[in-house]
């Protein structure tokens, strides 16, 4: 018999899913190779009708990604124009007021994708750019995107185009990414007015594929919704079953303007986890590079900012760590081509223009640098280091790294688990650390300590590796055996360790419970929570004794007063030494 197998990795069966055209007994030695989440066994009769679902769900794009860390993802972006790889920044064109030109920024900032107002180029030369088509129009021959003017709405209401018209105009151009016309939410509306935003995009988007006449432009289903964050939900769901080949988060400007970054990543949460992992993902007006590494850790493969030119226009100085005025300026904090030959007081003495366009260059070296440096660190593995030490320059993004222990087992499941370097632990945020939930919830879920063992020991870790040979560690294990009258081969050894709690001595080499590196003494959150890790752990175990050791003077006795406040005596007894 043949059957039709399907395979989601999503909870709900969404497409697209990977089919297998199996032998039913092929079908079950496939099951148990892999474990998937969703498994549909169907009969091939059905066959043609779900060949023809998938079809007209199935989204076009080309997004082939290469690494991954955290959400992030470098992966590489197909459109007709040229591949782009992301994580990528596209600075917004606004050819009214553009002192770095498309040309410039292709030749002297090897940027390969750049996003412009569609809107904008239609009211004000709509008939030259529809006959150069957009990308000598823009002088710019990489990858452009355009949007489609939700941003004038928000900005002064209603605009004087038709969704229709807008979605023609952008083929007339030759647009490589189009944007349907969406209806933002915006900031500080009513719940209703917020549905309602939600319905109409949703609404637009499904007329899309009636109104489109080509099939080589990606195009972006936006996600409304706004602060609500059940409506972003809603939204990305509806969304993600129209055939869109990009998804965006619309309209959180205001959220950015305001450094309400931990509200960003609820909503960047809300949407990402209801639209199909495999399409990428834009992120609107994400403004500043000192919020970057958040963006690209929570998922964020493209995203716009006009940041860069604006704040120069208003004599602002864009680092990693937020914004400077020039006038306060004494030292140039960079060595962009810009910096390294001037001075602040150079630059002040410039006429507006040129000093315009000096501010707005460094600007833009500024957001690049930035991109380079997470790209670096998704493929060292190191991008939650990265975002520890952005979040450290700034309390909003701090802020929102503090929330991202709620999504602590989305981002798990997404990350990879074997890295090329090791973790380094500064304080309790890296609870929220993938490697130190999935160690977590394997302990909990897979583990089980050897049968013979009928003693548990915890050591301290005081490096296991070396421990595990040293005088010292042997002469402990002696005297806790006699002190407590224990037979040596009934002993298991385990290890209390901060940040991941108890780690048994058979797994204490894999990978990355030794391959860490943390500030001693752990902050009080971090030995709470290896205490509270203990004593789950000896209240499910089977020993017939516990014993757990602690060098005096050390954090280790704070961590024995917290499990001694949560478990009975006899449960636990403690060699100080
Ligand atoms: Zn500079």
């Known amino acids: ?57 199935k989204s076009m794009v080309e997004f082939e990604i290469k690494n991954k860390d955290l959400l992030a993802r470098i992966g590489r972006l197909k459109t007709k124009s040229g591949t782009v790889e992301t994580p990528a920044f596209l600075p917004v064109i606004n050819m009214a007021r553009q002192s770095v030109t498309p040309r410039e920024l292709w030749e002297e900032f090897g940027c390969r994708i750049l996003i412009t107002n569609a809107y904008i180029i239609k009211k004000q030369q709509a008939e030259e750019a529809s006959r ?58 009513s719940k209703k007015r917020a549905e309602e935003t939600v319905r109409e995009t949703i609404n637009r988007a499904k007329k899309l594929e009636e109104i489109k006449s080509r099939n080589d432009i990606l195009w972006v289903g936006p996600i409304q919704g ?35 970054f931990d509200l960003l990543a609820d909503m960047i949460f809300a949407a990402k986890m209801n639209v199909p992992f495999s399409r990428p993902f834009h992120l609107f007006g994400a403004g500043h590079p000192f919020m970057f590494a958040l963006a690209v850790a929570l998922g964020c493969d493209l995203f716009d900012s006009a940041a860069y030119n604006i704040f120069a226009q208003d004599d602002r100085y864009l680092t990693t760590y937020g914004t400077v005025r020039l006038e306060e300026i004494e030292y140039l904090p960079c060595s962009c081509p810009v910096c390294s030959k001037r001075d602040p007081q150079d630059l002040r003495g410039m006429p507006k223009n040129e000093r315009e366009a000096e501010l707005t260059r460094h600007n833009l070296h500024v957001c690049f640098a930035e991109i380079r440096r997470i790209k670096q660190a ?4 190191r991008l939650w280091e990265h975002l520890m030490i952005r979040a450290h320059g700034h309390p909003s993004i701090l802020q929102a790294m503090k929330r991202l222990k709620d999504y602590g087992d989305f981002i798990e499941r997404h990350s990879p688990i074997v890295k090329r370097s090791g973790l380094f632990i500064f304080s309790s945020i890296d609870l929220a650390r993938p490697e130190v939930i999935r ?25 296991p590796r070396r421990t595990l040979k040293s005088r010292r560690y042997k002469k402990i294990l002696a005297d806790a055996c006699e002190r407590f009258h224990i037979d040596k081969d009934e002993v298991h050894v385990c290890f209390y360790v901060p940040p991941f709690g108890v780690v048994p001595i058979e797994i204490c080499d894999v990978y990355p419970l030794s391959q860490f590196e943390i500030a001693c003494p752990p902050d009080e959150e971090t030995m709470k929570y290896v205490a509270q890790r203990i004593v789950e752990y000896v209240k499910k175990g089977r020993y017939e004794r516990r014993v757990m050791v602690v060098e005096s003077g050390t954090w280790q006795e704070e961590v024995a007063r917290i499990c001694k406040e949560d478990i009975k005596e006899e449960l636990l007894e403690f060699l100080i030494v």
């Open 1 to 57: 018999m043949r059957m039709l197998l399907i395979i989601s990795s999503r909870k709900r069966l969404e497409l697209p899913a990977k089919l297998f055209f199996l032998s039913f007994y092929e079908n079950l030695r496939f099951i148990f190779r892999h474990s998937m989440r969703k498994i549909i066994l169907v009969p091939s009769k059905m066959m043609k009708y779900l060949k023809r679902f998938i079809r007209r769900r």
């Open 132 to 189: 150069l088509g957009i990308h000598s129009f823009l002088d710019f021959p990489g990858v452009v995107m355009t949007d489609s003017g939700a941003y004038q709405i928000l900005a002064y209401g209603d605009i004087e185009v038709a969704p229709e018209e807008i979605i023609k105009f952008q083929e007339e151009i030759d647009t490589d990414i189009a944007t349907i016309l969406d209806l933002p939410t915006g900031w500080g509306v």
């Open 226 to 260: 706004g602060r609500y964050l059940d409506l972003v939900a809603e939204s990305a769901r509806e969304m993600s079953r129209l055939p869109f080949d990009i998804h965006a988060l619309g309209s959180p400007t205001p959220v950015m303007e305001q450094y309400l």
């Open 378 to 381: 998704i493929i060292e593995g």
């Open 439 to 463: 160690h977590r919830k394997r302990f909990r879920e897979r583990y089980t300590p050897p049968e013979k063992m009928k003693i548990l020991i915890l050591f301290p870790s005081f490096g």
